[in-house]
């Protein structure tokens, strides 16, 4: 590849263009971060095909809206505390004689201590997987399919975030109880905002195709039980790691 003639070379890179570029990015309404987000609440499903289709340069890239909103759903859960406690709970349940953390329960909450990898390595697969089988008239391949997945997951995670600050900014007091929300409220909400958005994903990204929300819905059981088995298998590899190096 030859390097661009010299009178075909931008002006040199300036502070003032730097930002230029950075307002537009982050604050830009017709494409971007702040668009991709709006039109990912609004219509997920069409934001995937979109990029699958057309690779719309408006949109930010899956990937990256991925590593964004994870970012800002780790925030609002080390503000409000629930991987702290979570992990307590796990590891105060699973120690062995004297309180003391075994090497396979050490290798467990390595895994559950980072829900980001969880979700990347178990979430995505499986809605990739169950996205291929449930729709296999579309014929999607493998990328396609991923990259439905981590759009639906970004889109599920946009959902989850209100309520996670919800949790976050209300004083314990004002909960029912003394501990706050339940963990049978905890664990709903945690399980059900993302599948809620991985259907409403699946539905309208088939929806041109005249596939209904059955069939989306068939795509959201099938992701969930291929996400339960893929967690099993990762916290076992995790705790079979952790017992031989003890």
Do not use: I, K
């Amino acid at each position: 590849m030859q390097p661009p003639e010299p009178d075909a070379r931008p002006p040199r890179l300036s502070a003032q263009v730097f930002l230029d570029d950075l307002a537009d990015a982050l604050f830009s309404l017709d494409r971007g971060l702040p668009w991709t987000l709006w039109q990912l609440l609004r219509r997920p499903g069409w934001v995937a095909r979109q990029y699958v289709d057309w690779r719309d340069a408006r949109l930010v890239r899956p990937f990256r809206l991925v590593l964004v909103v994870l970012a800002a759903t780790a925030l609002v859960l080390h503000l409000q505390g629930g991987v702290a406690e979570f992990r307590a709970g796990f590891a105060d349940g699973m120690a062995g004689p004297e309180g003391r953390e075994d090497g396979p329960v050490r290798g467990a909450l390595a895994v559950l201590g980072r829900f980001d990898l969880v979700l990347l390595l178990c979430w995505v697969p499986a809605c990739a997987l169950a996205f291929r089988a449930s729709y296999a008239r579309l014929e999607p391949n493998l990328a396609e399919a991923v990259v439905f997945a981590l759009y639906a997951l970004a889109h599920g995670l946009l959902l989850l975030l209100p309520v996670l600050l919800l949790f976050a900014l209300v004083p314990q007091a004002a909960w029912p109880g003394e501990r706050g929300p339940h963990a049978l409220v905890w664990l709903a909400t945690l399980l059900f905002l993302p599948l809620l958005g991985l259907w409403r994903s699946a539905h309208g990204y088939a929806r041109p195709e005249g596939a209904g929300w059955a069939r989306a819905l068939a795509c959201m059981l099938q992701a969930s039980v291929l996400t339960g088995l893929l967690l099993v298998a990762v916290l076992l590899v995790a705790m079979g790691l952790g017992a031989v190096l003890g």
